[in-house]
């Protein structure tokens, strides 16, 4: 990597992309929290197991700070279509987060997008944090406080119950867009009698779209497995309305844009087999970009991984 490619890493330090997104078009991320801060511990994780799951929120890194980077990149002529709050864990744990979405508002028309595990829109004061945002994605995987302890495995002060009502409370005060996404994981919250549960909440919900996911990314647990499309396909039409299962983006596109960052990746697995966070380290990139690189060229059958001792390691496939 070029010396002013490496410069311009540390510079937009907290952002990530612009990325190609199955969902926003061209996102640029944004991650103010420390990696894996967050309330919830989901098997399927592609970020990897929680050790210290938390609910308290606090300023990790200043708005100010994150508001500078975005527009510094703004001004660097990026396509963006969205910016984004995901990152590395839970971005409303960051008491910060009106303050920048605000702020991101004042020096731009980009829309801003907010993907958040729903956990503490119980609160006041987070969900007005979020008011100014275009769009929010929350998730709800369970309906059940059983289901949700399986699949999410919660902060211990967490219940579904108030979750829930944090959600319909979103909904009735939000003027933006709220589509709700829900993970399937096989034989975990796929039953009849859960869906049939999750449908009614939905139905009092009212999103503005329902997006059915899986496990599509190597996850923190191993016997988190996916559904097939034809499962995935039975459940959308069982939830009806605006549910639909989320497409992937368009490879071609991610192909051209992605084209050195990917040989770089095949290159280096050649020599060995390398984890998530060795890629990420070695490239200069964030784990997230790191991530959709990864799934691409594992859609395309050029890469396997392989688990030692709690970690997921990535290889070139045997073909």
Request: proline share 5%.
């Amino acid at each position: 990597m070029k010396s002013s490619q490496k410069n311009n890493k540390k510079k937009w330090a907290n952002l990530y992309g612009p990325v190609p997104s199955r969902r926003l078009g061209f996102s640029l991320g944004v991650d103010f929290i420390p990696f894996k801060t967050c309330s919830l511990d989901s098997i399927y994780c592609q970020l990897g197991h929680v050790p210290d799951k938390i609910v308290t929120r606090k300023d990790y890194i200043p708005a100010s700070e994150i508001l500078s980077q975005i527009k510094e990149k703004i001004d660097s002529g990026a396509r963006i279509d969205y910016i984004t709050f995901s990152g590395s864990g839970e971005p409303t744990l960051n008491s910060e987060i009106g303050k920048l979405i605000r702020g991101i508002k004042q020096i731009t028309k980009i829309p801003v997008a907010v993907l958040t595990n729903s956990t503490l829109l119980q609160h006041n004061e987070v969900r007005t944090a979020l008011s100014a945002a275009d769009l929010v994605v929350p998730s709800l995987d369970a309906v059940t406080q059983d289901v949700f302890e399986k699949i999410n495995r919660p902060h211990p002060s967490l219940q579904i119950s108030d979750i829930i009502i944090g959600l319909k409370k979103f909904r009735q005060e939000f003027k933006g867009k709220i589509w709700i996404e829900v993970l399937l994981v096989k034989g975990i919250n796929d039953s009849p009698l859960h869906l049939k549960k999750l449908k009614t909440v939905l139905e009092e919900l009212q999103p503005d779209r329902v997006q059915l996911n899986s496990v599509v990314r190597p996850p923190a647990e191993s016997f988190a497995r996916p559904l097939l499309l034809d499962e995935l396909e039975k459940i959308r039409d069982f939830i009806g309305g605006r549910c639909e299962i989320i497409a992937t983006f368009d490879k071609t596109a991610q192909n051209l844009i992605q084209k050195s960052e990917k040989e770089s990746i095949l290159s280096m697995i050649q020599r060995r087999p390398m984890t998530l966070a060795d890629l990420a380290s070695s490239l200069g990139l964030h784990r997230n970009e790191v991530m959709k690189h990864l799934q691409f060229l594992d859609e395309k059958g050029d890469i396997r991984l392989i688990r030692h001792k709690g970690s997921v390691y990535y290889e070139p496939a045997k073909k």
